[in-house]
């Protein structure tokens, strides 16, 4: 029961009333029925709108959240360009994860690069020989071979100090690199020692480049050496000359010919002529 109490000070009473609990509170049950019925689409539509939202701004974090899982991959950075990042908390992850692609793919390229190349002239160290030997060999590509090292170099060293032969060691990598082509492989394969692989080129082609480099290096001057000479070995490879190993063998064959004949020279293979350019 619900009591209710007042006093009618005119007449001096007092009035008391009682009712049910359940009787007096049923139009209240009702009442708050009719309001849920009512308002239910609204709420249903308020829910929608906040899972939409909700999807909205989730999506271009789940979108980063798989690119980067998956950073090694060429593709990730332009994946990572398309994803629409409309708010300025996703945009930020978005410019946070391109440039930690570009350090990453910069320093696994730089390893890459390192791994296959001499740290001194920047030219090809004998694995990256070996590879563009695979390579050549996989495409029956044929090539010519100019196998050179630097005449009495010992000396240059043991007069002028290894200062010196770093910078003569250089200096001759860089103008290798200025008469070869953009298909040429030049390579460093021991101190002094160099290996050029000239795709597509004759014995008697490649003996003109290996003359020309010769010309080059000789007319160079230095502070303390003054000048210096090189020898060099020709020697060709295709795909009837059998293994590679004893075609590189014939090079430097042709090679240690030239210091003996006096250095400053080039020996030859003979193969069949095709034009240098």
């Known amino acids: 029961m619900l009591a209710g109490y007042a006093i009618a000070p005119s007449a001096g009473w007092g009035v008391v009333t009682q009712r049910p609990t359940q009787a007096t509170l049923a139009p209240l049950n009702g009442l708050m029925i009719?309001?849920?019925?009512?308002?239910?689409?609204?709420?249903?539509?308020?829910?929608?709108?906040?899972?939409?939202?909700?999807?909205?701004?989730?999506?271009?974090?789940?979108?980063?959240?798989?690119s980067a899982q998956h950073m090694d991959r060429p593709a990730t950075a332009e994946r990572i360009q398309k994803i629409r990042s409309w708010y300025f908390e996703s945009n930020e992850i978005k410019r946070a994860l391109l440039?930690?692609?570009?350090?990453?793919?910069?320093?696994?390229?730089?390893?890459?690069?390192?791994?296959?190349?001499?740290?001194?002239?920047?030219?090809?160290?004998?694995?990256?020989?070996?590879?563009?030997?695979?390579?050549?060999?996989?495409?029956?590509?044929?090539?010519a071979i100019v196998s050179l090292d630097v005449d009495n170099f010992k000396y240059v060293n043991d007069t002028?100090?290894?200062?010196?032969?770093?910078?003569?060691?250089?200096?001759?990598?860089?103008?290798?690199?200025?008469?070869?082509?953009?298909?040429?492989?030049?390579?460093?394969?021991?101190?002094?020692?160099?290996?050029?692989?000239?795709?597509?080129?004759?014995?008697?082609?490649?003996?003109e480049f290996a003359n020309r480099l010769r010309v080059e290096v000789e007319a160079m001057k230095f502070e303390l050496v003054k000048n210096i000479t090189i020898s060099l070995g020709v020697a060709c490879w295709n795909r009837d000359a059998g293994d590679i190993l004893t075609v590189l063998?014939?090079?430097?064959?042709?090679?240690?010919?030239?210091?003996?004949?006096?250095?400053n020279r080039v020996e030859t293979n003979q193969g069949k002529n095709q034009s240098y350019e």
Request: with cysteine; glycine share 6%; net charge positive.
């Open 160 to 207: 002028y100090g290894h200062h010196a032969g770093d910078k003569i060691l250089s200096h001759l990598a860089k103008i290798m690199k200025e008469i070869s082509r953009d298909d040429d492989v030049v390579c460093r394969v021991g101190g002094e020692e160099f290996l050029i692989l000239l795709p597509g080129l004759s014995s008697k082609s490649a003996e």
């Open 249 to 263: 063998k014939i090079a430097d064959e042709m090679l240690y010919k030239a210091k003996r004949n006096g250095r």
């Open 99 to 143: 440039s930690s692609f570009k350090r990453v793919h910069y320093k696994i390229n730089k390893l890459l690069l390192d791994v296959k190349s001499d740290p001194l002239t920047g030219l090809h160290n004998r694995r990256g020989l070996d590879m563009a030997l695979d390579i050549m060999q996989v495409d029956s590509e044929s090539f």
């Open 34 to 66: 009719k309001v849920l019925l009512n308002t239910l689409p609204l709420t249903v539509l308020v829910l929608l709108l906040i899972w939409w939202v909700t999807k909205k701004i989730a999506l271009p974090l789940q979108e980063l959240a798989d």
